[in-house]
């Protein structure tokens, strides 16, 4: 055989194998502590070491691909997106819960949503129009049979589509919507049907907001305990309306300096904690709240009181003598901790 042509079937051979994108390095111990000690071999992130280390989350997913798109960590949001495909993905929707070789039947509307929204900005970001590809593959099932009377609900069951009659209003994420919108997902008009949802919304006089909203009876729920992260991500979503939400950082502001943290829940009569624990997810959606309201004083206390809560710098969250860790209390950090970053060198810029 000519040389020449012996080359040039080589050289067309090895350009049409993929080149592997290596991961990058963990940008802090948060990281390095789920990559190392939640994720399994197949990539999959445990929930936490204990009862529920055969139980894998569609939040995990999408919080996870959300902290590597701020890293910029195209390797490893690549390896989640297989981990997506290969364990999620039934029946052309996204199921919320794995537990061991059971898989749930029904999704959970707000990892959808954030999944499709991590999807839509990493193909926009790194020019990879599989991703959107995908967000749309996911999407359109989605707006067709997550909806009652034009208003996504908390979940569907994803063979018989059977669904809920309510929407919690920290699952109503303004921004994932508009950019539904920009791939024409979604359209204009049922993008104002969720925000409308949320808008209507309004805070008691204590300065909390409901828990959710009733599409069949067009009535709001206020919960007797309160949970923080729920009342935090709705706030959060008002505040990207640019809707004022004023009443509600009075109320958390007294909360923390009456207390000198926040916990995790309260009782929505008498304004005192129902639990013991605070957390470092409700110190994350603190920090994100503040530098929200570009209230950088407030972020940093919060920021810093979040990490306070690691036994040891060099590890993530998790008590060092039980073993007692949680995912979520420790993506919602490295989405922070990336947050907070960006914060500091606009500042510095």
């Given at each position: 055989m000519n040389c020449s042509l012996v080359l040039t079937i080589f050289l067309l051979t090895?350009?049409?194998?993929?080149?592997?994108i290596e991961n990058k390095?963990?940008?802090?111990?948060?990281?390095?502590?789920v990559v190392e000690q939640l994720m399994t071999e197949e990539h999959l992130l445990q929930t936490d070491l204990q009862q529920q280390k055969d139980v894998f989350l569609s939040e995990s997913v999408g919080l996870w691909l959300t902290y590597l798109g701020k890293k910029g960590?195209?390797?490893?949001?690549?390896?989640?997106?297989?981990?997506?495909?290969?364990?999620?993905?039934?029946?052309?929707?996204?199921?919320?819960?794995?537990?061991?070789?059971?898989?749930?039947?029904?999704?959970?509307?707000?990892?959808?949503?954030?999944?499709?929204?991590?999807?839509?900005?990493?193909?926009?970001?790194?020019?990879?129009?599989?991703?959107?590809?995908?967000?749309k593959k996911l999407g359109e099932p989605l707006v067709q049979q997550g909806m009652r009377e034009g208003i996504f609900v908390d979940f569907v069951d994803i063979y018989s589509f059977e669904k809920a009659n309510t929407i919690t209003l920290s699952y109503i994420?303004?921004?994932?919507?508009?950019?539904?919108?920009?791939?024409?997902?979604?359209?204009?008009?049922?993008m104002q049907q969720q925000v409308n949802v949320l808008q209507n919304a309004t805070p008691t006089s204590s300065g909390f907001y409901p828990k959710s909203y009733d599409v069949v009876t067009k009535k709001y729920a206020y919960d007797q305990e309160l949970h923080m992260i729920d009342q935090l991500y709705t706030a959060f979503n008002k505040l990207q309306l640019g809707e004022s939400t004023e009443m509600f950082t009075t109320w958390l502001l007294q909360l923390y300096e009456r207390?000198?943290?926040?916990?995790?829940?309260?009782?929505?009569?008498?304004?005192?904690?129902?639990?013991?624990?605070?957390?470092?997810?409700?110190?994350?959606?603190?920090?994100?709240?503040?530098?929200?309201l570009g209230n950088e004083e407030m972020a940093k206390r919060f920021?810093?009181?979040?990490?306070?809560?690691?036994?040891?710098?060099?590890?993530?969250?998790?008590?060092?003598?039980?073993?007692?860790?949680?995912?979520?209390?420790?993506?919602?950090p490295l989405v922070t901790e990336?947050?907070?970053?960006y914060a500091n060198n606009d500042k510095g810029n």
């Open positions: 090895s350009c049409a194998v993929p080149q592997k390095p963990p940008l802090s111990s948060t990281e390095q502590f960590d195209i390797g490893r949001f690549q390896e989640q997106v297989e981990v997506l495909e290969k364990y999620f993905i039934k029946n052309q929707f996204i199921i919320w819960r794995i537990d061991g070789q059971q898989a749930s039947t029904v999704n959970a509307f707000i990892d959808d949503l954030r999944i499709i929204h991590a999807l839509l900005e990493a193909g926009e970001q790194w020019e990879m129009p599989q991703y959107i590809r995908l967000a994420m303004p921004e994932a919507l508009n950019k539904m919108v920009q791939y024409d997902i979604l359209s204009e008009q049922q207390d000198g943290r926040i916990y995790g829940r309260y009782d929505a009569e008498t304004n005192l904690p129902s639990v013991t624990f605070d957390s470092p997810a409700v110190y994350a959606l603190a920090t994100s709240y503040m530098l929200g920021f810093e009181q979040m990490n306070a809560l690691k036994n040891n710098e060099e590890t993530g969250y998790i008590d060092v003598k039980t073993s007692a860790t949680h995912v979520f209390d420790n993506l919602m990336r947050e907070m970053d």
